[in-house]
């Protein structure tokens, strides 16, 4: 089992920037992906950007290209986003997930924490 925590969100103005972090614990050795979804009341669980631990091979939704960032530090099992301009279109609770394949679903999900960016 891999147990993940995020932490940074909040509340922000249209155009300012937070930073979510995502703590994993337990077999993360077991991990080979992570990615951050959102989900805002009423619409689907989308992806947002993901990130593969071999290789740092990232992904962008469309959405969020050139606004947001996925890193991710192996040694500490963390992952953030970093989320540039944002838009109140931003809104939403944003997810951090662990995949144990590189292809296919995640397997592992946070709580999530609610990101909401006023006009």
């Known amino acids: 089992q891999v147990q993940l925590v995020e932490s940074g969100g909040g509340l922000v103005q249209a155009g300012g920037s937070l930073r979510l972090s995502c703590i994993a614990s337990?077999?993360?050795?077991?991990?080979?992906?992570m990615g951050w979804f959102r989900q805002a009341p009423g619409k689907e669980r989308d992806l947002v950007a993901s990130?593969?631990?071999?290789?740092?091979?990232?992904y962008y939704a469309d959405s969020v290209k050139g606004r947001f960032a996925i890193a991710g530090d192996k040694d500490k099992n963390t992952v953030y986003l970093q989320m540039n301009s944002l838009k109140p279109e931003d809104t939403a609770v944003y997810y951090c997930?662990?995949?144990?394949?590189?292809?296919?679903?995640?397997?592992?999900w946070g709580q999530g924490t609610q990101v909401t960016v006023s006009s």
């Open positions: 990130i593969v631990w071999n290789g740092g091979r990232t």
């Open positions: 997930a662990a995949g144990i394949w590189t292809a296919g679903n995640y397997d592992y």
């Open positions: 337990g077999r993360t050795f077991s991990s080979v992906k």
